[in-house]
């Protein structure tokens, strides 16, 4: 690890919302989603149907819960961008859930390739209704995320501002995956490259990052400001998995001299959806909470 290295992102975790009652919402139409799969040599048409179903019925999701996101309008107050980040928090919460669609088959054929031939891409186009059903995801299991403060300053450089030390405890052996959400972006702020994995062992309290690396390995989480901005709403989304499932991406921050600023990796909405629904909801457990980044006055 860099000595000195500063996470420039803020994080702030609470307890994971399995097994919480919620009411489904409403169904969200989608006019058209397509799947396709591949034949391969073992698969019947019933087999090659029913994985290029699967994957129109996947890509509705997708298209449903992301609308929900990309249809808000620009964010210029702090009130609103609490909201985005609400929105974005209840999307992927929703995602985890387990999610129900009614559908029907507009169109399916092959689409490349001699019929039954390794290589040959079947299509299915179907109409879906998507909606969020509660009941049927799996309650996972038990994790709680907290952190030492609520309210955060930007006292005008990263080693001066308030620093945020996380302390999570699950009762199975989970790795983390931390989604920084702000009003405009989506950023993964763990796994990064100073620490590749994030392992939380079953019945044992953890800090993130521990204690080691804060004194030794010089890795901190500060939270600071964009410039010219005062106040900002910010939430984090953490995914705990019981095995490892990177989210890949390619880190788009440089480190900084000064500030020895990691670099993140940029998430889409999109993505984050199929990379959590490609996860079964028995595997998984979320948490998220809101929170403020406040400048202190000169």
């Known amino acids: 690890m860099i000595p000195g290295a500063v996470l420039l992102g803020t994080a702030l975790l609470v307890g994971g919302r399995t097994g919480q009652a919620q009411t489904p919402g409403p169904g969200i139409e989608v006019a058209r989603a397509e799947g396709r799969a591949t034949f391969t040599e073992e698969m019947s048409l019933r087999d090659i149907r ?20 990309t249809a808000m309008t620009e964010v210029t107050t702090f009130e609103d961008s609490a909201g985005v980040t609400e929105t974005f928090a209840e999307i992927v919460r929703e995602a985890a859930q387990g999610i129900v669609t009614s559908h029907t088959i507009l169109e399916e054929a092959w689409e490349r390739g001699e ?20 009941a049927s995801a799996p309650p996972g299991f038990r994790f709680a995320v907290k952190a030492n403060q609520s309210r955060y300053m930007d006292r005008g450089t990263p080693e001066s501002s308030d620093e945020l030390i996380l302390t999570v405890d699950s009762d199975e052996e989970v790795y983390l995956t931390v989604f920084l959400v702000t009003s405009d972006s989506v950023e993964v ?16 309290k ?26 900002r709403a910010e939430r984090l989304v953490v995914v705990a998995t019981k095995r490892y499932v990177p989210y890949v991406g390619v880190a788009e921050r440089r480190v900084t001299e000064d500030a020895g600023e990691v670099p993140l990796i ?27 980044i406040v400048r202190e006055k000169r």
Do not use: C
């Open 50 to 69: 029913a994985k290029a179903l699967a994957q129109a019925l996947h890509a509705a999701v997708g298209e449903a819960l992301g609308r929900r996101l």
């Open 266 to 292: 940029r998430a889409t909405l999109d993505a984050l959806l199929d990379w959590l629904l490609d996860i079964p909801a028995s595997e998984r457990a979320l948490g998220d909470v809101a929170y403020e």
């Open 115 to 134: 019929p039954f031939t390794p290589g040959a891409l079947y299509r299915v186009v179907v109409r879906a209704t998507v909606r969020r059903d509660p």
């Open 189 to 204: 702020l763990f796994p990064n490259m100073f620490m590749p994995r994030v392992r939380v062992r079953a019945g044992q």
């Open 206 to 231: 953890s800090e993130l990052p521990t204690v080691a690396q804060r004194q030794q390995g010089g890795i901190h989480l500060r939270t600071v400001l964009p410039e010219g901005v005062q106040r």
